[in-house]
């Protein structure tokens, strides 16, 4: 019953932040975008529980590695066991390049990209400029490579007020489920 009246919220939630102008309301964006982004880890809690029998109490929040970026508010969700688990902890730096495979969506289930729709997996380069905000920032430092992560960005690291029509709408929250399959460090110089 408690997760039905979140589910609910979080859809009341998504028909506000369409909106522009709350007039005068106490929240801003960010603060109603940080409410939705944890009514869904609630729901995705609740998947994960009963599509694969992690228990009623399963809880992404409380999973090893789970945290939230300080800059912006990326939620960072590991895929725990039952599911492939990192092979290795790496530090990419700038420069670095990333073998990504990824399905990108937003949090009302359409997928706007995969990276099937390339051919295979996405080569990044850490540190640049040509992807959205949310993946220059958690795409540095200490990675998983192997094992899948789910990443939550919030509209200010994703495409913002000016969405990416028609998948994306204007200050629409983006999901990330994310794996590493390689990194290949730059040379050193």
Known sequence: MRRSIIYSLLFLGSIFTSCN???GS???QSE??????????DYLSDL????YGLGDDFDFRQVEGYQITEETGIHILPIPSPFPQPDTIINATVGDTL???YIGSTLDGVIFDQSTDISGPFEMVVGAT????????????ELPVGGSTIYLF??????????RLPEIKSNAI???EVTIDSVNFKAPI
Do not use: C, K
Request: overall charge negative; hydrophobic content about 40%.
């Open 99 to 101: 073998l990504i495979d």
């Open 174 to 176: 983006l999901q990330f």
């Open 26 to 28: 106490e929240f801003d």
């Open 154 to 163: 919030p509209s200010a690291t994703g495409y913002g007020v000016t969405g």
């Open 32 to 41: 109603i975008e940080q409410m939705q982004i944890e009514t869904h880890i």
């Open 130 to 141: 040509d992807v959205i905000p949310g993946w220059t920032e958690v795409f540095r430092g």
């Open 21 to 23: 102008n709350f007039g």
């Open 48 to 51: 994960f529980a009963a599509e």
